[in-house]
Each structure stands twice: as structure tokens, then as C-alpha cells.
């Protein structure tokens, strides 16, 4: 097994992901900076107290996540859980890489591309902020089928706002908290979106056009990005990777 400097390693998922290209909630890359010599790597969605206790039973010297631990609104004060988990990381001198819309949107190694490889979907056209949404073929499915290979695939039954049952031509999707960009699918063409999460005025907007949305989860969304990216990493640089699934029923 080989091992990466933490530098290097930086400067190629910065490269890889474009990340200095998308605005976004947080800051992208190397967000807390541990030890300088990686060779033993965790990927996970969330850097939550668990996972990084998982990585530091695993020997980890760096972590890879979706979500980080630093997101606009925060008032900067290192207290509480979230200085609990920084002096965990500190504590080991684990490497802390988080990559939020970067992720999401990556045509390969990323949350959308990687669901879509789950679900047998694949995009042939982007939409919404950022080209972040995902729309492709969906073979005019009716949308039982699909939320039934979506409960196979991803384990969990979605919560479905049915349309007007249509075939579903066209489907699009966004990992995660993306319920908001529901009209943006709809104005795409879609027939159905799936996405995370789901508010209420889905509900609504299923209803009075037609369109089916389908909530699957935001963490059963986002569990293929960082992995898949990882284990990228990971055989570039000969090192050694382990995704740790931390459950989220949310
Ligand atoms: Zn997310």
C-alpha cells in the first residue's frame, strides 16, 4: 500500500472536482488539517461525531465527507459538538476533505451521477443552479416501478406525491435537500423528480401539474458520491479506503 501527501492529495480533489468553480454553503476542500501523510482514508456522508470515531478506531489519517463541518449561518464559535468533533480530528491528526455542490454535480464520482448508476438512470442533460440537476430518460416507466426500484436499490420506501400518472418519458433528479428545485424540474420536462427530502408545497405542485415527485431520502440520496470518489483516490494513490455507512433514517 502506498500513501499521498496531504498536499497533493489536496490539490487533486480540488483539480478533479472544479470545486474553486461553484458557489456553495461552505468552504470545499481541505477543511481541517491534520496529519501530512495519508495513507489510510474513510469516506462518509456526514463528518458527524460517529463517523470520525469510526475512522479514528480504523486508523484513519484522512476523511473524505459530503457534508463538512462548516456552513454559512454558523457564528464561528468553536463550542459544544461542534468543537467536540474539530478536537477529535485535531486530537488524531486526521485530514478533514469536504465536498458539498462539487459532489453533488460531478459526472462521474458524484451523488447525482452515482444515484443515477443506482436507480438505472442516466442524465442527457443538466438543469437548475449550477447545471446541478440531473434529467435523462426514464423508458415511460409508470411511477410504481419506479418507486419500487427505488425501495430495492436504496432500502427505504420514498414518500410519493403521485401526478397524473403518466408514463414517465422523462425523469429527472437531484441528491439530498433539492425539494425547492421541483419547478425547475418541472420547466425541464420532467414527468417525475426524485430528489431527498420533501416540504410541503410539493404536495401542491404534484397535484396541479401533473408531475410526480418522490422524496427517497437525503442521506439514502447522498451515500454513492463520496465513496465512489474515495475509492478513485484511493487507487490513484495506492492507499487504503473504507466507506463508513453511518445510518440516517432523515
Ligand atoms: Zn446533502
Known amino acids: ?39 489510510r482514508l474513510v469516506s462518509g456522508v456526514t463528518a458527524s461525531r460517529a463517523l470520525i470515531e469510526a475512522a479514528i478506531a480504523d486508523g484513519a489519517d484522512a476523511i473524505l465527507v459530503h457534508h463538512g463541518l462548516f456552513w454559512r ?49 442516466a442524465a442527457d442533460a443538466r438543469f ?16 410504481q416501478a419506479l418507486a419500487r426500484r427505488v425501495q430495492d436499490r436504496l432500502g427505504r420506501a420514498p414518500l410519493v406525491l403521485p401526478g397524473d ?22 420547466a425541464a420536462g ?6 431527498g427530502e420533501v416540504s410541503e408545497p410539493q404536495a401542491h405542485l404534484a397535484r396541479e401539474t401533473g408531475v410526480a415527485f418522490l422524496a427517497c431520502g437525503h442521506h439514502a440520496t447522498e451515500r454513492y458520491g463520496a465513496p465512489a470518489l474515495a475509492a478513485h483516490v484511493a487507487e490513484r494513490f495506492g492507499l487504503q479506503h473504507r466507506f463508513i455507512d453511518i445510518d440516517n433514517p432523515a
Open 128 to 143: 437548475g443552479e449550477q447545471d446541478l440537476g440531473f434529467i435523462g430518460d426514464g423508458g415511460g416507466v409508470p411511477l
Open 190 to 195: 420532467a414527468d417525475a423528480f426524485l430528489t
Open 165 to 186: 400518472g403518466r408514463p414517465l418519458r422523462r425523469i429527472a433528479w437531484c441528491t439530498g435537500g433539492a425539494q425547492g428545485w421541483f419547478e425547475a424540474a418541472i
Open 73 to 121: 449561518g454558523q457564528d464561528g464559535r468553536l463550542t459544544g459538538w461542534l468543537a467536540e468533533r474539530v478536537r477529535l480530528l485535531m486530537a488524531h491528526g486526521i485530514n478533514l476533505f469536504a465536498f458539498h455542490l462539487p459532489l453533488d454535480a460531478h459526472a462521474e464520482w458524484g451523488n447525482n451521477a452515482q444515484l443515477g448508476l443506482q436507480l438505472g438512470l
Open 1 to 39: 500500500m502506498g500513501s499521498v501527501q496531504r498536499a497533493e492529495m489536496e490539490q487533486y480533489l480540488n483539480q478533479a472536482l472544479a470545486a474553486d468553480r461553484f458557489k456553495d454553503y461552505g468552504p470545499n476542500g481541505l477543511q481541517v488539517e491534520g496529519r501530512a501523510e495519508v495513507r
